[in-house]
Each structure stands twice: as C-alpha cells, then as structure tokens.
C-alpha cells in the first residue's frame, strides 16, 4: 500500500447499541467505518495514507469498555496526545478513543492478543426502562440464578465448543480454554433508572468464536427457565455434541470489557 510504515495500537470504547458491528459493511453505520471516516477528516488536507486493523470484531449492538485496533500509515504521529484530542473531538459520542501507543511491525493486533474479558448483563422480571436497552438485556419472567451460576462454571476449562458457535466450518479450531466464567450481581454499572437488581455473566479466554458468549448465554437463561439441566450443558461440551437448544442471548446486553496483549 506504502513503503515506510508506522504502527500504532490504539484503544477505545464505545457503546454499540447504534451500530451494525465493528466490520465496515457498505451502506450500514459500522465502528470501523466510523472510525475510518473521522480518521479521514482528522487527516485532511494532508498527504497521509493509511489503513486500520482491528483486534477482532463486534456483533451489531454489542458494546466496549476496552476495544482496540492497529493504525497503519505512512506519517509518523509527531504528537501523540493532540492526535488523540483531535481524533475525540471529532468522533461521535458514543465512540471515545482511550490510548495511542507506537508498536513496531512485530506487533500484530490479532495473534498477540493474550486475553479477551466479555460481560454479559441483564435483569430478570418486568420490563425496565427503556433507558437501559443499550447496556442490558431483559429475559422477564423467572429464572433460577443458583442454577445458571452452576451451569456457568461448567464452561471453565477446555472444552469443545462446537455447539456454541454459528455456522461452524470444517477447519474451525473448536477446543478453546475458558479462564473465567462467573454469574454475579451486577456492581459494575449503575444508575437511578436500572433495576434494583441486576446480574452479570463475565467470561474471558484467548479468544472466542461467532456469538460464542450470546450462545453460552443463551443456554444458561435455557438453563435458568428448566428448558435445559447441568447435565445437558456437560454434554454439550464434549466432541460431537448436538446442542439440543440453538437460543441466542441477545446482543446488547454483551460488552467486551477489557482485552490485554501479550509482553503487557
């Protein structure tokens, strides 16, 4: 694209409940073309070339508390922080940019990623305010939390995953390692209009397959109605398991929260 590069690692959030996900799609409202459109304006009037990498991606409507891409351009950033001012003052309100940090061309945004943390909250009983559709998901009627806190611990370790993804191919790695999967009460976010009670499922690993949480999550609700038992869900995790349920948490109540690199 350009001879000389300079890299740069810069790190985000932003709240997804307007957008059709993080990959640039034609004719839709995307973070990447987002990004990409304002990075335009920030650089106009120069001889810049550029182009944007990002750390994975975002179904639509799923949200970050810590996001990252890679900035491949062919001018060095002389001033860090007035870059990162003037990307913000231009970016939608709902995107802010974190942290800008020049990496070398060793670095690679998808393969050094050490760990990627996901939470997924939600309440249970009458509808909410409408406020809260952004960051939440509502299942109402009952579910019995006890049980999905069990259930959620039976996704840690490795385990075949196959059940727990869309359109699995052939050549998909399945057995993926879950460092962390906990169901708690929700004291993370907070405000006048939530719930009195809310929970929150938080899940992180290396990396995760498509709509692998919202299934995970999906299950664990099924699990909390009685459509599912502790057993199914171990038997669901074993090579050549049918998942015997295909419900999919929906996705605005999914954050990823927090992504980390290796040599951090």
Same mark, same amino acid.
């Given at each position: ?42 650089? @106009?009037? @120069?001889?810049? *070339? ?11 409507? !799923? ?113 993926? @390692? ?18 009195? *009670?809310?929970?929150?499922?938080? !899940? ?61």
């Amino acid at each position: 694209m350009f001879g000389k590069k300079y890299y740069y690692c810069i790190t985000l959030q932003y709240l997804g409940f307007r957008f059709h996900g993080w990959q640039k799609q034609r004719g839709l409202k995307t973070v990447e073309g987002m990004l990409q459109n304002t990075l335009r304006y920030v650089f @106009e009037g @120069e001889e810049v *070339r550029f182009k944007t990498l990002g750390a994975g991606r975002t179904d639509a409507m !799923v949200s970050a508390e810590q996001a990252a891409f890679e900035l491949f351009i062919d001018t060095p950033i002389k001033d860090a922080e007035a870059f990162l001012a003037l990307f913000n003052k231009n970016l939608p309100m709902d995107i802010r940019a974190l942290a800008i940090e020049e990496v070398d061309e060793r670095f690679n945004i998808i393969h050094d990623v050490k760990t990627k943390t996901y939470q997924y909250f939600f309440a249970v009983g009458e509808k909410y305010h409408p406020f809260c559709a952004g960051i939440m998901a509502n299942f109402q009627g009952g579910l019995n939390i006890e049980l999905m806190q069990q259930g959620a611990k039976l996704f840690e370790g490795m385990h075949h995953f196959k059940a727990y993804t869309v359109r699995p191919s052939e050549n998909m790695q399945f057995d993926r @390692e879950v460092l962390q999967c906990e169901l708690k009460v929700n004291t993370i976010y907070t405000a006048s209009f939530f719930p009195e *009670r809310s929970y929150v499922l938080t !899940v992180k690993g290396k990396g995760f397959m498509r709509q692998q949480i919202r299934k995970m999550m999906g299950a664990l609700v099924s699990l909390g109605k009685g459509e599912l038992s502790l057993n199914d869900i171990e038997d669901s995790l074993r090579p050549n398991a049918k998942m015997i349920h295909e419900y999919i948490a929906p996705a605005s109540g999914l954050v990823l929260s927090a992504i980390e690199f290796e040599n951090e």
